[in-house]
């Protein structure tokens, strides 16, 4: 089946400094991927939608050049929180997709827990 | 827009019991719907989904059908298991938005031997 492969699992740096999240589809190419945020004990908030090739589609309130995002190739797509501060410390978890809904779905990363201190 | 209610958690059951999460949903046209759960410190896995109505998503003794007279996807399983203890996500994708996943709140379900 799908898998999406997501690195680190756990990341803590400190406050100012830039942290890089992978996210890659391991048997399959994904056209599209996507970025979601949890917060402790809430559900998954859908911050941007990045296409291989071309740039990232942001949610309203997210900060585009706060959360990096690219997507170069079909099985890649990185985000970058930049300056990381405190409040950026939460779970971040990646999905990726190809356009044929009825094949493989939404099949996400196992995410990734940031720790900015 | 579009959005998903599901019940507040948590939910605690004995082993063995019978479960149900209510999920509700609005939406535009005829939406997929999905149940995802997770469990402490990982991601979502899928556990079933319906893409039309009346369709009936099942895995691993959970079931869900779509009900677009009521717009409800509530999910069903007769005999819970301890392992079933994880976090439950109802969630859906728009006709006109392809990908794009509008998640519930989340329903905790705890199972105690």
């Known amino acids: 089946g799908a898998v999406v492969s997501q690195h680190p699992s756990r990341v803590i740096c400190k406050s100012g400094t830039s942290v890089k999240i992978e996210c890659r589809s391991l048997d399959f190419q994904a056209t599209t991927m996507f970025w979601y945020r949890q917060f402790p004990k809430q559900s998954l908030m859908l911050m941007a939608t990045?296409?291989?090739?071309?740039?990232?589609?942001?949610e309203q309130g997210v900060e585009k050049d706060k959360f990096l995002i690219n997507h170069a190739s079909l099985t890649l797509s990185t985000l970058t929180v930049t300056s990381a501060h405190p409040e950026d410390s939460s779970f971040y978890i990646c999905?990726?997709?190809?356009?044929?809904?009825?094949?493989?779905?939404?099949?996400f990363g196992s995410g990734t827990r940031l720790t900015v201190v | 827009g579009n959005s998903v209610t599901q019940m507040e958690g948590p939910v605690t059951l004995s082993e063995e019991a019978f479960l149900t999460i209510n999920c509700t949903y609005t939406a535009t046209g005829y939406p997929s719907l999905f149940w995802y759960v997770q469990y402490p410190g990982e991601g979502l896995q899928l556990l079933l989904k319906?893409?039309?109505?009346?369709d009936k998503g099942s895995n691993k003794g959970f079931e869900a059908t779509y009900r677009k007279e009521t717009t409800s996807f509530h999910l069903e399983k007769g005999s819970v298991q301890v392992s079933d203890s994880a976090v439950y996500f109802c969630?859906?994708?728009?006709?006109?938005?392809?990908?794009?996943?509008?998640f519930g709140a989340g329903t905790q379900v705890v199972v105690t031997p």
């Open positions: 969630a859906l994708t728009p006709t006109d938005s392809w990908g794009k996943l509008q």
């Open positions: 319906a893409t039309k109505a009346d």
């Open positions: 999905s990726a997709t190809v356009q044929d809904r009825a094949n493989y779905g939404y099949t």
């Open positions: 990045s296409n291989e090739g071309s740039k990232a589609t942001y």
